[in-house]
């Protein structure tokens, strides 16, 4: 949610501001603002409801805006509805302090009853404008020191830019739960929420902990801890380059994001893969906590979630032992039973989920081992869990998940893999099989991804349904809430997603002519009760696209209207193919109905927001 870019240096500061954020918009957001600081005109405002073109045309592609230090913001809507007024950046009152703000201020209607007593006239309904005017109400002269009372004041979640006036050859930024990324450049200085808005003009990054403050000039940055102690930052290269955030031709970058998708698992996997083994050098877990594991959980949110739904199934067939999912929103509320003998593993795109942090420290202060399965090098959840697998997805800038989802699942499949070995749960030779297939997936995801034609009509038939329901039982169960969950994400459509065991118990009641069922049949032991589904959904007049394997295309084809066959695989690893067809159904479907598919309503790319 949210973006934030700073920049200080020597060339004018609104149009790299402008660029920045464009390579934010897929975060979320609904209105757009810049400060940028004049020699000549103070501290200059533009901000604007609605999309960031809105804004960029206000000041003329950033032409009408001079100087060489600034802030901007892109702002998903928390407290105020979206309007003008609410949006970033936040100007104090004497218009000295401007400031741009991730996150929630929790304690912001006291601060503001405080300083409406003393005289201060807020101008917006926000929680973020009280940094702005408490920090005008502690400074004396060094925005630095202000900053520090501020944060001192303040309670919950916040990465903050401060641009201030009479201390115009420098930026202060700072972090509670929420990223910032620090930007190294020549006689330059940046600072971002995330990496993308960086890339095109520097490689070289750090990432600021809980507690820190940035000071950026034009010669460099220094960062200091909570008791203004200067930290020496690490600093990393970012080994992707900018071509892998852009469209490169393809009309959307979900479509770009679902066609990566064979070459992005063939990165997260092969090099895990050596003489017929799962060796994940990167997991810092000893054999011998693994072997005495009682529990696992998988805790997460959206598609991340669905990763574990379909982890749990793949888990307990080759450990035999408990695997629960739990949503990372829910999993801290539910005294969840864990111990030292339980692993707690993690998945987050970004590793900036606020919800999956707090279930993370939760895990941890209940004494269980964690083990974050994330995207993003240095993200918070990587640095806080005791172990982390990293997917080595790439930029993924498209709202709805695709290739993050299948290098998480991939990953946790290698993962239980791993731990048979070690448990003995399973046998080498089987192992040995699995891996093997593994390493056929991309080639098979490569085949669907040649026949999206196919896909495309099938979507041409069925988007204007405006209630679609997924059966399916076992891992296909598990498939279905994930494309149930991207087709109402881009598409706008209600849709649901059943374990087909369920029809029986109420929900064959919502079935009545004309109804679309997508029922997923891959999953060879439970076919023929997959069938029995079909008859029973079309006796009541649905229509039904089916989804299963080559092997079993034939059988499936004489009970539904339409069908989609993927390629034969070991069974646990036909998620991984079926997901794909799954994810074109959903994106064709949007796009015949003119959805904004990289950037759908109310949605944002990473929640850090409870």
Same mark, same amino acid.
């Given at each position: ?35 940028? %600081? ?47 007024? !609410? ?18 201020? =929790? ?25 702005? @005017?408490?920090?005008?109400? %502690? ?57 993308? /808005? ?29 008791? !203004?102690?200067?930290? =020496? ?17 393809? &009309? ?8 990566? @998708? ?7 996997? #092969? $090099? ?8 994940? =050098? ?13 529990? *696992? ?33 829910? #999993? ?25 942090? +707090?279930?993370?420290? &939760?895990?941890?202060?209940?004494? /269980? ?15 806080? /869990? ?60 490569? &085949?669907?991804?040649?026949?999206? /034609?196919?896909? @495309?009509? #099938?979507?041409? @038939? ?29 598409? %706008? *459509?209600?849709?649901? +997603? ?26 060879? $032991? ?28 034939? &059988? ?31 994106? %064709? ?7 904004? *598919? ?13």
């Amino acid at each position: 949610m949210c973006g934030i870019v700073g920049f200080i240096g020597s060339e004018p500061a609104a149009p790299l501001l402008l660029a920045g954020l464009a390579r934010l918009e897929y975060r979320g957001y609904d209105s757009a603002g810049l400060a940028v %600081y004049d020699s000549e005109r103070g501290l200059q405002l533009a901000k604007a409801k609605g999309r960031l073109k809105v804004l960029s045309d206000i000041v003329d592609g950033g032409k009408s805006i001079h100087g060489t230090a600034g802030v901007g913001h892109t702002r998903w809507a928390t407290h105020g509805e979206p309007s003008d007024a !609410n949006s970033h950046p936040h100007l104090s009152d004497s218009g000295k302090i401007a400031v741009v703000h991730n996150g929630i201020i =929790e304690n912001y209607m006291e601060i503001k009853e405080y300083l409406t007593a003393h005289g201060v006239v807020f101008h917006s309904d926000t929680d973020t404008e009280v940094v702005a @005017q408490l920090l005008e109400y %502690y400074y004396k002269g060094d925005i630095v020191e202000a900053t520090y009372k501020v944060l001192h004041r303040i309670q919950g979640s916040y990465a903050l830019g401060i641009v201030c006036a009479d201390n115009p050859d420098q930026l202060v930024a700072a972090r509670k739960d929420s990223p910032l990324v620090l930007g190294y450049g020549q006689g330059c200085s940046f600072l971002a929420s995330d990496v993308t /808005a960086l890339i095109k003009y520097t490689k070289t990054v750090s990432y600021m902990e809980d507690g820190e403050l940035a000071i950026l000039t034009r010669d460099g940055i220094q960062v200091y801890d909570q008791l !203004n102690c200067p930290v =020496e930052k690490e600093k990393s290269t970012v080994d992707w380059d900018i071509s892998d955030a852009e469209k490169g031709g393809y &009309e959307h970058f979900m479509f770009k994001e679902i066609m990566e @998708q064979p070459e992005a698992y063939r990165k997260a996997a #092969f $090099p895990r893969i050596k003489n017929d083994r799962v060796e994940l =050098e990167d997991l810092n877990l000893e054999e011998d906590f693994i072997r005495q594991l009682s529990r *696992i959980y998988v805790v997460a949110c959206g598609s991340s979630y669905h990763v574990g739904v379909v982890g749990k199934y793949l888990m307990e067939k080759m450990l035999r032992r408990p695997v629960e999912v739990a949503l990372a929103s829910e #999993f801290r509320y539910a005294s969840p039973i864990v111990d030292e003998h339980s692993l707690v593993v993690v998945i987050s795109q970004s590793g900036e989920t606020l919800d999956t942090m +707090a279930a993370l420290r &939760e895990a941890k202060r209940l004494g /269980a081992k964690t083990l974050a399965i994330v995207n993003v090098v240095g993200s918070s959840i990587a640095k806080e /869990a005791d172990s982390v697998l990293y997917t080595w997805a790439g930029p993924e800038i498209a709202v709805a998940t695709t290739k993050a989802y299948s290098t998480q699942l991939v990953v946790l499949t290698l993962l239980g893999l791993h731990f048979a070995q070690v448990m003995g749960t399973l046998p080498q030779e089987e192992i040995a099989e699995v891996l093997h297939q593994i390493r056929l997936i991309p080639t098979k995801m490569e &085949e669907i991804l040649s026949r999206t /034609a196919d896909i @495309q009509y #099938f979507a041409s @038939q069925y988007f204007n349904h405006e209630s679609i329901f997924f059966i399916g039982r076992n891992l296909d169960y598990a498939m279905g809430l994930e494309g149930s969950l991207k087709l109402k994400e881009i598409s %706008y *459509i209600h849709s649901e +997603a059943y374990a087909a065991g369920e029809l029986k118990h109420g929900t064959i009641s919502l079935i009545e002519p004309g109804t679309l069922v997508i029922a997923l049949a891959t999953y060879a $032991p439970l076919f023929e009760k997959d069938v029995s589904n079909v008859i029973e959904v079309k006796s009541r007049g649905a229509t039904v696209l089916g989804l299963t394997t080559w092997q079993m295309a034939e &059988e499936l084809r004489k009970h539904t209207d339409t069908l989609i066959a993927i390629p034969d695989t070991h069974p646990l690893l036909l998620p991984s193919l079926a997901v794909v067809p799954l994810q074109l159904f959903a994106y %064709y479907v949007a796009l015949q109905r003119g959805c904004d *598919i990289d950037k759908p309503r109310n949605l944002a790319k990473s929640v850090t927001v409870e």
